[in-house]
C-alpha cells in the first residue's frame, strides 16, 4: 500500500472573486482517482510532527470530520447514532472549532481536543489519542476493502485486477526502483488544475512530489 504526497508550493480552491488558498487536500478511497490519488499539500506545512499531514493521511483512508460541516450554531451540527462516519463528536462552530478545549457534542464539560480529524490545535496530542476506536474501526475496512495491495501487478496503470481495492496507481518511487529518474513534469501535470474535491493545484516550477509507503505502514501500526 503506497500513498503519493505531493508538495506544491502554492494551492488555490475556486475561480475569480471566489478564489482562496487552502492547505492541502486528499482524495478518499472510494474515489478511484487513479494516477492522481493521493494527497496535494503546501510545502510549508510538512514538519517532523505533521497533524495537518496526518489529518490528510486519515481521510485517504477514508475519514471524515469530527464535525459536518462549519456552521454558526454549533446544536445544530451535532449528528448521533448515524454510523462510524456520520456521527459527530465536535461541532463544527466556527468560533471555537480552532481551540484546543471545546464542548463535545451531547456532553456537558468542555475538554481538550486531540482527534487528528479536528480543527483542534492541539490536536495530535500523545496523551488524548489522535483516532477513536470507530474511526480505527473505519480505516481497517476501508484499507482491506479499498488499499490493500493484494495483487502484483496493482500498482501499475496496465493492471488487469478488477477487485475494489485495485485502485489503479503509479508512484514516482517506481521510477527508482526501475533505475530511472521519476519524470518530475508528468507528475506535476497530472494534478495541475484538476479538480478533486472542489480543489485545484496549480504547482509553481520547483514543485515536487514522492511516495512513502512506510508512513502509512506505520500510521496502520499504531492504531
Avoid at 43 to 59: E, R
Avoid at 103 to 126: H, K, L, Q, V
Avoid at 134 to 162: H, L, M
Amino acid at each position: 500500500m503506497s500513498l503519493n504526497v505531493w508538495l506544491v508550493t502554492d494551492l488555490k480552491k475556486g475561480e475569480g472573486d471566489d478564489e482562496r488558498e487552502i492547505n492541502e487536500y486528499s482524495t478518499f478511497p472510494e474515489d478511484n482517482s487513479g494516477l492522481i490519488d493521493g494527497i496535494v499539500m503546501r510545502q510549508a506545512h510538512i514538519s517532523d510532527v505533521s497533524p495537518t499531514l496526518i489529518h490528510n493521511i486519515g481521510h485517504w483512508l477514508g475519514l471524515r470530520h469530527t464535525f459536518s460541516k462549519q456552521i454558526e450554531d454549533g446544536e445544530q451540527d451535532c449528528v448521533a447514532n448515524t454510523g462510524l462516519l456520520s456521527s459527530t463528536q465536535t461541532s463544527g462552530l466556527k468560533g471555537t472549532m480552532y481551540s484546543c478545549s471545546q464542548m463535545p457534542c451531547f456532553e456537558t464539560n468542555a475538554r481538550n481536543i486531540t482527534n487528528f480529524m479536528s480543527f483542534s490545535s492541539c490536536r495530535g496530542d500523545a496523551t488524548g489519542g489522535g483516532f477513536s476506536i470507530d474511526q480505527k474501526a473505519a480505516i481497517w475496512a476501508r484499507v482491506i476493502q479499498f488499499r490493500r495491495t493484494n495483487a502484483e501487478d496493482e500498482c501499475q496503470p496496465s493492471s488487469s485486477t478488477t477487485t475494489k481495492s485495485a485502485i489503479q496507481k503509479r508512484s514516482s518511487m517506481q521510477d527508482l526502483v526501475d533505475g530511472k529518474c521519476p519524470d518530475l513534469t508528468a507528475e506535476a501535470e497530472r494534478i495541475r488544475n484538476q479538480p478533486v474535491n472542489g480543489a485545484t493545484a496549480p504547482l509553481a516550477l520547483g514543485s515536487w512530489g514522492w511516495c512513502m509507503p512506510w508512513l502509512v505502514s506505520a500510521i496502520i501500526l499504531a492504531l
